[in-house]
């Protein structure tokens, strides 16, 4: 049986998550980094996210991200689901990953 873990060591059920108004959410993760210029001055930030598959994979493509990672998103908190990636990445771990895009250059918007 899936157990969802709280930060403060709570545990919630698969049943305590359909009550909590699910919903599934994809972040984009981009280590490279985004620069995005508003009225307000400039924001940086490592994701993007998206509420649809289709849309997360044409950002991912389109700003050559390194990861999706789906997540379950209710009141209680927030879980990773699936983590994707490129077909060449698979075999890379999170640090061998993160420095490979790291050293691209970062995203102007």
């Given at each position: 049986?899936?157990?969802?873990?709280?930060k403060n060591n709570?545990?919630?059920?698969?049943?305590?998550i359909r009550k909590?108004?699910?919903?599934i959410i994809y972040w984009i993760i981009f280590p490279q980094g985004i620069e995005q210029k508003n009225k307000f001055g400039t924001?940086?930030?490592?994701?993007?996210?998206?509420?649809?598959?289709k849309k997360a994979w044409k950002l991912f493509k389109k700003y050559n991200g390194s990861e999706i990672q789906r997540m379950v998103q209710c009141n209680l908190g927030r879980w990773s689901i699936k983590?994707?990636?490129k077909?060449?990445?698979?075999?890379?771990?999170?640090d061998e990953l993160?420095?490979?895009?790291?050293?691209?250059?970062?995203?102007?918007?």
């Open positions: 049986m899936n157990k969802f873990l709280d709570a545990i919630y059920y698969p049943k305590d909590a108004n699910p919903r924001m940086h930030s490592d994701m993007m996210t998206a509420l649809t598959f983590s994707i990636c077909p060449e990445d698979v075999n890379l771990t999170d993160y420095d490979k895009y790291k050293a691209l250059p970062e995203i102007k918007l």
